[in-house]
């Protein structure tokens, strides 16, 4: 499948820089309603027949071209980030669909105190809209992307009903439910983005288990199979190989479009009468700093000096249980499994303000087994190995502790002075360090999780304190906000200094929650996009 | 490098894989299934292939520090020992080398089958996945809303 290629001299209404979750969302509400949109994406379509899943050594593929990290993966359509100033490296993928390629689906939504951390918490900074105001977006990307899931969770308001019913907790599932329940704590079967029943022209899935890896089937959302076909036959167009440069300025100071290099380097101008950025929480901010002219001598909308800070991770710890029985833990979606929310909400009693959830994951397959998988202590080798190696295969679980990030300016996106991309694009520069409170609340989480694992049977258990390839989310570096002066945003989603140019990823997020963030980016894409309709009507 | 130069290396390289993983109570050893992949690795990187020369001598030199014949002349215990120092010693080759003996010993479907998973795509095929006795729900349910009213 593929769009039509727009001609350089084709203007149209909106330009979409960036085909992922957000841009994909945005692009289909947009066309839907007739508005002209066209798409630029530096990556190119993925073949579900290309991937490792069809393959017998599927797994390596996870170190070398199907890694998270493009500093490894290093494929044309990547760019290097400069990541030696951060414990976290950031993980992205570019592609039609975007990080949603690879990611584990996992999907639950910020919750209502999440937009209200400055009035609750008096902390950080509260969002322009709340969870009201989104609920019908919720609710409409969930049918969208199609979810998987069980209505009642009390850590919730009440939700529509899901797609289809929740992944299966199969043995290490209800193995670590148990252990929550017998300490009396919340749990519950994750609201995943992945179809246990066909849906919408999808099939369900079929538990092969390295969602991260792309997913043959079509049961994992990704914003390719969903949105994007919708988005196609609406009348949007999508031009992939499309790496832009920068975002270009009318004389009144508008945005009128972007320069873009084609597959083979060749400079090309697309222009429009709105731009839709949706590059990510670290492609955003490098756009815009990139975007330097006499106007905007510091980057594009940066008068507040904004752009590129507050950059917000989720920090992760993991914690392993080894148990004495085989888990099965290779059967089903890698990340989806069940969620805690126990220790979400604010207890200044735990030396910390704001919360964490726990998720947990499926097993590790046979080679993270050997290197030690997100704790990083691989089986010794020698003589002791296949002992070693057989007392921890398919007998770990291991509880990832999701911490909620809050923004500091000085955790930030820049560009690297000498670092570019392959058309000779200055690359972003990260600096990023862990405050005091996400370091209470990892060690917190720690504990907790360990807690939780001995009471689900696990004897030895181990802890990654901070887990470097963790770099999922890349939220808050052109923040949403009322005050010009302390947000790049206004409460629309249109820069406070380009009016007619919109962010629509997770940079505009105001504070990150301690839940994973899609289903919330998406649910913001599809409210801003439905008010450039409102208004243009 | 000659072709009796790329034997010996091979050689050497399949004995040092087999101390790492040793063939076991029906596992083979390294040394048959990991080789290639490793110097596949090694062919593809520069600075790889760097390392692993300048490993496979330190390991050469350990071992004539204890036999003039050489590692396959060592006990498993006297091979063992000698690795043991040149991970010491050269820390990043070691690293590098454990992690890529591990890459390709447990890809290999002769592996696979081993640890009794089905040796074969994961796609087409999927896996199954059992009904299991869940705890009841109704317990969390019973506890009222988690979530602060904004």
């Known amino acids: 499948m593929s769009g039509s290629t727009p001609g350089n001299d084709d203007r149209t209404d909106v330009l979409v820089i960036g085909a992922g979750a957000a841009g994909a969302a945005v692009a289909w509400m947009l066309a839907r309603a007739g508005v002209g949109v066209v798409c630029l994406e530096q990556g190119d379509w993925v073949d579900p027949r290309a991937l490792p899943h069809w393959r017998t050594d599927w797994e390596l593929h996870r170190h070398t071209d199907w890694s998270a990290e493009p500093n490894v993966r290093r494929l044309p359509q990547d760019y290097p980030v400069n990541d030696a ?135 994992k959302a990704s914003t390719d199979i969903t949105y994007w076909p919708k988005a196609l036959a609406a009348g949007a167009r999508l031009q992939t190989h499309a790496r832009v440069r920068e975002i270009t300025l009318g004389p009144d100071g508008r945005a009128d479009g972007a320069l873009y290099h084609d597959g083979e380097g060749r400079l090309h101008a697309q222009k429009a009468r709105a731009v839709v950025l949706a590059a990510n929480g670290i492609g955003t901010p490098r756009l815009l700093l990139n975007s330097r002219s006499a106007r905007f001598p510091h980057g594009l909308a940066n008068r507040s000096g904004l752009v590129g800070g507050n950059l917000m991770f989720h920090p992760y710890a993991m914690v392993r249980g080894v148990f004495d029985r085989p888990l099965a833990g290779h059967r089903g979606p890698v990340g989806c499994s069940l969620i805690s929310q126990e220790f979400y909400e604010t207890d200044l009693s735990r030396g910390f303000v704001r919360g964490y959830s726990f998720q947990v994951a499926r097993g590790l397959s046979p080679i993270a087994s050997a290197l030690g998988g997100f704790i990083g202590d691989r089986v010794p080798w020698g003589r002791e190995h296949h002992r070693a190696y057989n007392d921890r295969f398919d007998r770990t679980i291991t509880v990832a502790v999701i911490a909620e990030d809050l ?102 997020m105001v504070t990150c929650a301690g839940v994973n963030p899609t289903s919330t980016i998406q649910a913001v894409a599809l409210y801003i996009a439905d008010g450039m309709i409102r208004r243009r009507s | 490098m000659t072709e009796e130069t790329v034997a010996t290396r091979r050689d050497l390289l399949a004995l040092v894989l087999d101390t790492l993983v040793p063939a076991s109570g ?12 490793v110097l596949a690795m090694a062919a593809a990187s520069a600075d790889l292939e760097r390392l692993l020369s300048q490993g496979l001598r330190a390991v050469e030199e350990a071992s004539r520090a ?67 006795d869940l705890p009841d729900l109704a317990r969390v349910s019973a506890r009222g809303p988690l979530h602060r009213p904004a």
């Open chain 1, 85 to 219: 100033g951060s414990p976290i490296a950031p993980l992205m993928y570019n592609a039609v669909g975007g990080s949603t390629i690879h990611w584990s689906a996992h999907f639950p939504r910020f919750r209502p105190s999440d937009f209200r951390v400055r009035s609750l918490d008096g902390v950080a900074d509260d969002w322009p809209i709340d969870y009201a105001t989104l609920e019908p977006f919720f609710d409409l990307n969930d049918r969208m992307m199609g979810v998987a899931g069980l209505t009642g969770d009390p850590a919730y308001p009440p939700k529509a009903p899901r797609q289809t019913p929740p992944i299966p907790l199969d043995t290490l599932g209800a193995t670590m439910a148990r252990g929550f329940d017998r300490l009396g704590w919340h749990w519950w079967p994750s609201d995943s983005a992945i179809l246990t029943r066909d849906y919408d022209g999808r099939r369900g899935c079929i538990n092969c288990g390295p969602c991260d890896l792309g997913c043959p089937t079509g049961a």
């Open chain 1, 407 to 508: 923004p500091e300016p000085h955790n930030r996106v820049d560009l690297d002075p000498a670092l570019t991309d392959g058309d000779g694009i200055p690359a972003p520069r990260v600096f990023y360090t862990l405050s005091e409170n996400s370091r209470r609340m990892l060690d917190h989480g720690i504990a907790r999780a360990g807690e939780a694992l001995e009471a689900a049977g696990a004897g030895e258990v181990s802890a990654n304190p901070l887990l470097r390839a963790g770099g999922w989310h890349l939220m808050g570096t052109a923040r949403m906000g009322r005050d010009p002066a302390t947000s790049v945003i206004d409460a629309e989603g249109r820069c406070h200094d380009v009016p007619n140019l919109y962010i629509v990823d997770g940079s505009t």
């Open chain 2, 26 to 37: 029906g596992f083979p050893g390294a040394g048959a299934v990991a080789l290639d992949h």
């Open chain 2, 66 to 132: 204890n036999a003039a014949a050489g590692l396959a002349s060592l006990s498993d215990d006297e091979r063992e020992n000698v690795l043991r120092r040149v991970e010491r010693s050269h820390a990043e080759f070691f690293e590098a080398l454990v992690r890529h003996t591990y890459d390709g010993y447990y890809s290999h479907p002769t592996v696979i089958a081993r640890l009794g998973l089905d040796a074969s795509p994961l796609h087409p095929r999927g896996h199954r996945v059992e009904a299991v």
